[in-house]
């Protein structure tokens, strides 16, 4: 078994045969969390896990390049979120790759506007965070997580009082630094395709222990080599998998059953 724990077979790309797909994930007992990146598209990630339980799971948020244009209304997604099927908040966070200096503020109050659903529901968090010049979404990023946010939006979410460690840091793309950063924060660490085919992530996926890694295909983006280019899908987490095992070397089977455990531990799941 394999456990994809980044993925979203609602999307659009998937219209076309999406039940393909999922018949092929269902055959590999590929096990999946869709993640929701706004209000509707969470709303049909959970859709999906009602129809495929104790397969799928969903999340909600607001993904930070959606927050652009869209109102954060509280309550609509605190009353989704708290269906049984969403196993955590996000994804959502800090991207500055695209973000023009006078929307970071926005896209930081409405992460902690998220972070409000964390503590009131105690779900994990699915961060997303893209720096655009070094790490500065990483720096404001764990400012805000490490409570020392005093300085963040004037104070105003300064008594969060976070869980340490709910959470995980999606489709990870940092340094060795950044990801001791996260660990030390007890964060897990999420891997996805290109480090199927981009050797400068050798040296993170040595450095993070295996019992703090997931794996994940951000499907439809993103997809491994030997499928670079082309549209990803979850069966592809295999590929993933054995590279991690490649790098660690360490057996397959041993990262396939660690990550899988990891993902049960973090989104308190029963399977």
């Given at each position: 078994m394999l456990f994809d724990?980044?993925?979203?077979?609602?999307?659009?790309?998937?219209?076309?045969?999406?039940?393909g797909v999922i018949s092929r994930l269902l055959s590999a007992d590929i096990k999946v969390i869709n993640v929701g990146t706004d209000l509707e598209d969470s709303k049909k990630a959970i859709e999906l896990a009602k129809k495929y339980l104790g397969q799928m799971w969903a999340t909600v948020g607001l993904h930070p390049n959606d927050a652009v244009g869209q109102n954060f209304d509280i309550s609509k997604y605190k009353k989704l979120a708290e269906n049984d099927s969403v196993?955590?908040?996000g994804e959502c966070g800090l991207d500055y790759f695209r973000t023009p200096d006078?929307?970071?503020?926005?896209q930081k109050?409405?992460?902690?506007?998220?972070?409000?659903?964390?503590?009131e529901l105690s779900k994990p968090l699915m961060i997303h965070c893209r720096p655009k010049a070094e790490d500065d979404a990483y720096l404001d990023l764990f400012e805000i997580l490490s409570a020392r946010g005093e300085s963040v939006l004037g104070g105003k979410y300064r008594n969060l009082n976070l869980k340490n460690g709910n959470g995980t840091s999606h489709f990870f793309a940092g340094s060795?630094?950044?990801a001791k950063q996260f660990l030390d924060l007890g964060f897990y660490i999420s891997f996805a395709g290109p480090i199927t085919f981009a050797k400068e992530?050798?040296?993170?996926?040595?450095?993070v222990p295996l019992d703090k890694i997931l794996i994940e295909t951000d499907a439809p983006f993103a997809a491994p080599a030997p499928h670079r280019g082309k549209r990803n899908e979850p069966t592809f987490v295999e590929f993933v998998a054995r590279k991690i095992a490649e790098i660690k070397e360490v057996e397959f089977e041993e990262v396939a059953r660690q990550t899988a455990?990891?993902?049960?531990?973090?989104?308190?799941?029963?399977?």
């Open positions: 724990s980044h993925t979203h077979l609602q999307f659009p790309q998937f219209d076309g045969d999406r039940e196993v955590a908040i006078d929307d970071k503020n926005r109050d409405i992460f902690l506007r998220q972070l409000e659903l964390v503590r060795k630094k950044t992530y050798e040296e993170v996926v040595k450095y455990e990891n993902a049960k531990k973090l989104f308190n799941l029963d399977f």
